[in-house]
Structure formats: C-alpha cells, structure tokens
C-alpha cells in the first residue's frame, strides 16, 4: 500500500477501535512540542487518547507537552509525571497497564525525544486491520542503509546487526531489528503476557519480543525511517547488548529447563514434554529397544506419540494418561489412568512384557508406591524402562554452590516435581520394590531439538552427550534406567514351598 492508502486503513481502524498513543518522555522538554505537531491531525482526531508519561525529568517536559497539547488543540492529550524515575522499561508498564485499564484495542509507544518520525503512525496502525498481528514494529533495518542515513553511528549500526543476528538464532526468529524503540501491540495480547515482570531497564523492548516470539504471535515489521536525537546518548550500548544477550539467553535456558524467571513465564509457549528427535536423545534411545512380540504399558504416555511408535513393532501398546493420550494406531490402545491411584487395577489384562516410564515418576504423590504397583503390572522378568531428571547435574550442582536454587516449568527444578533423584538414590528406589537394575544410561540436555541442531550446538550437544554416558551422576541431565521385575515372595514361595518335590524311599 502507498502512504495514503495506509492512511485511510489505518483512519478506519481507528474509527472502529479504541487505539491509545503512549508518548514515553524523559527530559524532553524542546522536543515533545515537535513531536505532538508531527502527528497527523487527522489521525491525532481518531484516536482514543495520546498520553504523555513524563518520567520524572530533571526539565519541565510535562509542563511543556500540556502546553503544547493546548496550543494544538488536542482534546484527547493527558499528560502524566512518574513520582520517581522508573526507567525506560518501567515507564512502558505504567503506560501499558494504563492502556489495559483504560480498555484500549491497540497501543503504540513513540519517544517523545523525535527519534521516530510520528508521520509514520498510520504504518504502525494498519496493520492491525488483520487480526492476528499482535505487533507491529517500526524497523529500521528493513532497509538497512537508512538507519546510518538518520544519523545511526556506524558502531551502533553493527551493533545492533551483529545482536540481531544472535538473538534470531537463539529464538529462532526472522526479525530485521530487535532494537526499534517504535511499535505497537494488540491489548488482547499484552493481558495475557507478564510484562509487568519484565526489566526496567532499556532491554524491556528485547523481553517483550522474547514473550510474543515465545508464545508464537504475529509481528509485523515496517520500514521505518530514524533520526538520532538526545535519547540515544541515555543507553549504554555495551550495558545494553550484555543484557539482551543475557535475556535470549535465559530464555533458552528456560526452556530447557535449566532456568527459571517471571518474565519468560507466559503460559503458552507450549507442551511442558516434547517428543525428542535428535539420534542421541532419551525418546529416540527408547525406540531403539527390541519390542517385538511383546505386550507393553506406556505409563504417563502425554500425546501417546512415542507408544504409537513402539506399537509399530510390539504386539500391542497400552498407553495412559491423566487425559486419555489423543495419538491413534494400530496395535496402540489409549485409556484415561491417574496414576496417583491404584492404577495398577485399572488396567486389565495380563500382566506386561515391558513397561515404559518416561520422566512420570518423579511427578506423582508417592513414586515409591507408583513403582511398587508397575511390578506387579509386569510378569517376573519384565522388563522397565523408567526415567528421571538427575539433580546431580553439574550445571545445577554449580547453581547451588553459588547460592542459585529455584523451581520452575520445566525442566529438572521442574516445580511439579514431587521429588528428586540423583542417579544413585533413583536405582536404590527401584531396587527396594522389586526391581534388579541392569544398566543406567545418561542423556545431555536437549540442545539440538531444544536449540538448535548446528554448529556449534550440535558440537556442544555431542559433547554433553558423551560426558553423560560416560559419568551420568555429574553430567546426565536426566538418565534412563533398565531394570527387571524380580519375583515376589508370593510367586517363590509357590514355586519352591508349596509344591514340593517327592522324594523316593
């Protein structure tokens, strides 16, 4: 679309919605006046309000932008001071939550220094016409070039390409910039995400992308034209870069399982239990098992994936689930079990060849009991394949050596975990109700379905991979363990008491 065409979109979005301006200020005072003329007028008139959060300048922006608000005639303008300066992050979450509370459909944030050009709003708020854009973003890197041509320091234009790239390789993400302080969201989408937690600090804009990115939503990009003014001297870019490395990398962390923080804790970035796909993972490990002939029980099974595919090959799969597992194929049965009860009566038929127990165990009331009714699901002999996150890792044993323990979604701190098990106290579990453990094996962390299957992840994933076999109490992130069903003292005592053998005089 040209510009008027976007005009027009955008003027009957915001006939037809409530869209809020948040202007963010900080000693702003000779620029904020400029700033509220360059607005279109015609657009200015739609909106449902645009609100100026000074925050706690050492000038007089607020008296400054409620003057010029009057000398222009905006009837919609209020003009807000923050008590005490809450950083450029924290200003974005007062004027948020003003925007949620105020019912707002859409809200764009612009600085109020004339670094973004307000001209270009409508090409914010088009976009919004579709309803799946949750975000849109004034880039200035679509055109690359541009950003140098407003004013962008050369060392600042890296920067900002070289951070970028790394933190679409870390989210696997697409975005031309991270880094644009010029954008607008969807309310829907901004009530349903924490970034009430996010930093107060000038990497906010990086945690929000990092909440939208994590929970699959739409950003839309648009070429944006830049001017650098007196806001940019505020950032300090090593400071900056540093953190925003440091949030992309806590949210891969996080979503291995190895980190936990508010922020990245929105609920909808997916399963807590993916099926893994890399050759040296646990699942994969699995399915490389001899199941042939044989009657199997996948107990916690989730989607029922990986019973689906043992099923390809045993003589038939039960698999169980609190919700009955959805996957459907042949030789594969699916049924609704809580394991917290006597599930060992719920499920008929004669006893198992094979019982497969994937990272389950540790989340029931009492895995002690869970164990005890698995053995008698199995004929004597039958094999379990049971698995567990290790807290013996390295990575949580340095955590707790420098003071750091903390729950959370996934992961071996998972916070529905009802116990936890180091490698050895796992086996001696098994042990003392009715099992001989035959082999343990330890797996690394899921780098490559995790984060990636490249150099030099792949690399890091085949290492960590290596040192777990080889030392699974240090280095298994969690560890398979291959026990057999001994006989009970029922069954021996049938065998050897009460059927004895004659003898001849």
């Avoid at 508010?262 to 893994?276: A, E, I, S, V, W």
């Avoid at 809580?338 to 094979?354: E, K, V, W, Y």
Wanted: aromatic share 10%; charged share 20%; net charge neutral.
């Amino acid at each position: 679309m040209n510009d008027a065409e976007t005009l027009n979109v955008a003027l009957e979005y915001a006939r037809c919605n409530r869209v809020g301006l948040l202007i963010v200020a900080y000693n702003a005072e000779k620029t904020i006046e400029s700033v509220l003329r360059r607005i279109p007028a015609e657009l200015a008139a739609c909106l449902a309000e645009i609100y100026v959060i000074d925050d706690f300048s050492r000038d007089n922006t607020a008296q400054a932008a409620a003057d010029a608000g009057a000398r222009l005639g905006m009837r919609n303008l209020r003009v807000f001071r923050t008590p005490a300066n809450q950083g450029y992050g924290g200003n974005q979450i007062l004027g948020y939550t003003y925007a949620i509370r105020q019912g707002f459909d859409v809200v764009v944030m612009l600085h109020g220094d004339g670094q973004y050009p307000p001209e270009h709003l409508p090409h914010l708020i088009a976009p919004f016409a579709d309803t799946a854009t949750a975000c849109t973003l004034g880039s200035r890197m679509v055109r690359r070039l541009d950003a140098l041509r407003g004013g962008m320091p050369l060392y600042k234009w890296l920067g900002n390409q070289v951070l970028t790239w790394f933190e679409n390789r870390m989210l696997r993400a697409g975005l031309t910039e991270f880094h644009t302080g010029y954008r607008a969201y969807r309310l829907d989408t901004l009530r349903q995400i924490p970034f009430e937690h996010n930093s107060h600090d000038f990497h906010f804009d990086t945690e929000i992308l990092i909440q939208l990115i994590s929970w699959g939503r739409k950003i839309v990009e648009v070429a944006m034209p830049t001017h650098y003014g007196d806001e940019a001297c505020h950032v300090n870019g090593l400071r900056y870069a540093w953190h925003c490395a440091k949030a992309v990398t806590k949210y891969r962390l996080f979503r291995m399982g190895l980190f936990y923080n508010r922020f990245l804790d929105t609920q909808h970035d997916g399963p807590r239990y993916t099926f893994k796909e890399a050759a040296n993972s646990l699942h994969q490990h699995v399915l490389r098992q001899d199941f042939r002939g044989e009657r199997v029980l996948d107990l916690g099974a989730g989607s029922g994936r990986l019973g689906a595919l043992v099923a390809s090959q045993a003589e038939c799969v039960v698999a169980v689930d609190l919700q009955r597992p959805p996957q459907e194929a042949a030789r594969l049965a699916t049924a609704a079990v809580d394991l917290n009860g006597d599930f060992d009566r719920q499920i008929a038929g004669s006893p198992f060849d094979a019982i497969v127990a994937l990272d389950v165990i540790e989340h029931l009331n009492s895995p002690e009991e869970a164990v005890a009714r698995a053995a008698r699901l199995l004929r004597p002999g039958g094999r379990l394949f049971a698995s567990t996150a290790n807290v013996g890792f390295f990575i949580v044993r340095a955590m707790l050596l420098l003071g750091q323990f903390n729950y959370g979604r996934h992961g071996i701190l998972d916070m529905t975990h009802t116990r936890l098990f180091t490698v050895r106290s796992f086996v001696r579990m098994l042990e003392d109700f009715g099992f001989k453990v035959e082999s343990t094996r330890g797996f690394g962390p899921p780098i490559r379905d995790g984060i990636s299957d490249r150099f030099p992840w792949s690399w890091i994933d085949s290492l960590l991979g290596w040192l777990a076999r080889v030392w699974p109490r240090m280095f298994a992130f969690n560890f398979l363990v291959l026990a057999r069903r001994k006989p009970s003292l029922d069954e021996v005592y049938a065998d050897a008491i009460s059927k004895p053998k004659e003898t001849k005089a």
